[in-house]
Nanobody, 129 residues
Framework: DVQLVESGGGSVQAGGSLRLSCAVS?????????LAWFRQAPGKEREGVAA????????????TIATSVKGRFTISQDNTKNTVYLQMNSLKPEDTAMYYC??????????????????WGQGTQVTVS
């Protein structure tokens, strides 16, 4: 099984930055898997933010960012630390949400389909004022 633990959320003023971290542990079924960040604001559906695909020989070989955050958010992973990050810059009040780390194994489900992802963390709150 796979466990995901998020950290790094908090309150920040508009224009500020935060870096979210997700510690990944456990065993994936495949050596090819996806890690991603979703967010959910009160009263709204869970929204895919960014994803990164890794292969045995090419960690973070592919990354995608949602249009709504492109140019402001960056996803990266450090396989030596089994951690995936979401760097968030130029934060806006509309970025306020609970942010979730998720993993999909062995496929890489679209960011537009949250139910397709296999593993979820508990979330970390980001509030931008």
């Amino acid at each position: 099984d796979v466990q995901l633990v998020e950290s790094g959320g908090g309150s920040v003023q508009a224009g500020g930055s935060l870096r979210l971290s997700c510690a990944v542990s456990g065993a994936f079924y495949s050596r090819h898997y996806c890690l991603a960040w979703f967010r959910q604001a009160p009263g709204k559906e869970r929204e895919g933010v960014a994803a990164t695909w890794t292969a045995a020989s090419r960690p973070g070989a592919f990354a995608t960012i949602a249009t709504s955050v492109k140019g402001r958010f960056t996803i990266s992973q450090d396989n030596t630390k089994n951690t995936v990050y979401l760097q968030m810059n130029s934060l806006k009040p509309e970025d306020t949400a609970m942010y979730y780390c998720t993993a999909d194994d062995p496929t890489c489900t679209s960011l537009s389909w949250a139910p397709g992802w296999d593993y979820w963390g508990q979330g970390t709150q980001v509030t931008v004022s």
